[in-house]
């Protein structure tokens, strides 16, 4: 377009400068009328001839962008138009130079002046019509551009066809190593092209959704193995740390085969955690970050899965079965996430985690588990969830609605310093072990109603901003309310207390029945 505009600059100079000597004075003089003529003439022809282009914004890859807007074709009143505006820009300027002239020269010279005023604005059409003559040039050029640029993204996405077929078919190989090589073909196909990463990335989901049996032996010393040498890590936990019993040397093909499977599905577990790491670099997100990207893992069969780090929106892991180690520590989903029915045989941590959205755990099954420090900023749902060694939340801030009810809890509960920001229900929730919600904040409703704690019951220092529910509750072994604070109504009706029930130093700022 710079170019346009100094070709049509120069053309104008040029028609300027043919103007006579005489005519010279009198153009200096009504220069503003002239420089609006063309400015306007100029702006008409440009918005008749040319339309603003879409901009291309870089992906930073070297997969081919698609070609921006079709340029609107020339209609057919175009050309009539143009040569009209050309006669009337040139009618004008005649007449212009013509009825400037003085009345102070003499009829030779007045008669020399008209011809030289008729040459110049004839000139100055000519000028208009160079200008028209260079912006079609430049509308054909770009024609032309675009047309190439087409070209090479029509076959850039045939390439791309091609490669992708290609790497599915590899996926259906019965040789593990050719689906392998199927797995990192697709991974390096979305690192070159940002567009088709998502579907890249539902057939990885798909691949992994595929029905798979692990070997009785993952299912059984390995995972307790390692789920016992890491139990002490809590929120921290590193993969790479976890050790590994040994494996007996497989004699059958079938073992071989189970395998080799195995070593596929981790690979396309790393390759998703690869790419759902936004590790920052000097100059920006890492490269290898792919940005918004939809899981979609519904049944899916997971080996020691390490999501650590990541950054996940929705996501769906609805009835999946984790095999081995399950680590979401320190991961942020970013939108909701669903668990729902999942199956967790090992240690799952999701110490630290950020839960930005709706998390639903309900019916979920876990062997051994860490929230610690996690922050839940929509509802929690642990309906009916069972937690076979024990629940650790303590440090956890529920800033939506958490939701216990009808929860099985095996090995003891950790609420402790927890925050309650919306409602807390954990009616007819069952702890085979100890609850400890010392110094938790329930800062809305806390529903205790049917809550049934085969162990010691510790609530010191917990404060309940609102209304609290205790009815019809069970406390097998101590229970301590030492130190606690009910700012409103608590109800505590038909509640049994089987062992010590401790109140020392309770401040209740409503009614207590």
């Known amino acids: 377009m710079g170019l346009v505009v100094a070709g049509a600059l120069g053309l104008i100079g040029v028609a300027l400068l043919a103007i006579p000597e005489p005519w010279r004075n009198v153009v200096a003089a009504r220069w503003p009328l002239l420089l609006g003529m063309i400015v306007a003439v100029a702006s008409a022809v440009t918005g008749v001839l040319l339309w603003r282009p879409v901009s291309q914004h870089g992906h930073g890859s070297v997969a081919p962008v698609p070609p921006a807007r079709p340029l609107r074709p020339l209609p057919s009143w175009t050309i009539p138009s143009g040569a009209l505006l050309v006669a009337v820009i040139t009618w004008g300027a005649v007449w212009w130079l013509q009825h400037s002239l003085s009345t102070e020269q003499g009829p030779v010279e007045r008669a020399q002046l008209q011809v030289e005023g008729l040459r110049a604005g004839l000139s100055v ?23 190439q640029q087409a070209a090479e993204y029509d076959a850039g996405e045939k390439r791309v066809t091609e490669l992708y077929v290609k790497a599915a078919d590899q996926l259906g190989s019965e040789k593990a190593p050719v689906r392998l090589a199927g797995l990192y073909a697709l991974e390096r196909l979305a690192q070159d092209n940002p567009t088709h990463r998502q579907s890249i990335v539902e057939v990885v989901c798909a691949y992994l959704r595929m029905p798979y049996k692990p070997p009785s032996s993952e299912l059984g010393s390995e995972a307790s193995d390692a789920t016992c040498a890491l139990k002490s890590h809590k929120a921290d936990v590193n993969l790479e740390s976890a050790p590994h019993s040994a494996r007996e040397v497989p004699t059958t093909a079938a073992e071989d085969d189970l395998r080799g499977e195995r070593q596929v599905r981790i690979a396309a577990q790393r390759i998703l955690a690869r790419h759902l790491r936004p590790a920052r670099t000097a100059g920006g997100p890492s490269p290898s970050y792919w940005g918004v990207i939809v899981l979609d893992l519904t049944e899916a069969t997971l080996l020691d899965l390490d999501m650590t780090d990541c950054s996940m929106h929705d996501a769906i892991f609805d009835r999946a079965e984790f095999v081995g180690l399950a680590l979401f520590n320190r991961t942020a989903f970013r939108g909701d996430v669903s668990f729902k029915g999942a199956q967790f045989n090992g240690l799952a941590n999701f110490g630290q985690a950020d839960f930005i959205g709706t998390s639903n755990f309900g019916g979920a099954s876990f062997a051994d588990s860490i929230f610690a420090r996690a922050t839940f900023g929509g509802r929690a749902d642990f309906h009916q969830t069972t ?53 938790a904040g329930f800062f809305a409703g806390a529903g205790f109603g049917g809550l049934q704690v085969a162990r010691e019951s510790v609530f010191r220092e917990a404060s309940f901003f609102d209304r609290a529910w205790f009815n019809h509750a069970s406390f097998s072994k101590d229970a301590s309310f030492n130190r606690a604070k009910f700012k409103a109504d608590v109800w505590f009706d038909e509640a049994e207390f089987h062992d010590d029930a401790s109140f020392c130093v309770v401040e209740f700022g409503g009614d207590m029945v």
Not at 127 to 146: K, T
Not at 394 to 416: M, N, P, T
């Open 125 to 147: 059409g000519a000028g208009v019509v160079a200008a028209f003559a260079l912006l079609l040039a430049f509308r054909r050029q770009q024609l032309v551009e675009r047309t």
């Open 387 to 439: 937690f076979t060694r024990g629940a650790n939340f303590y440090d956890v801030r529920f800033l939506g609605e958490a939701v216990f009810a009808e929860a099985d809890i095996q090995e003891g509960a950790s609420f402790g310093n927890v925050e309650f920001h919306g409602d807390a229900w954990f009616e007819r929730t069952k702890i085979e072990g100890g609850a400890w919600f010392d110094k």
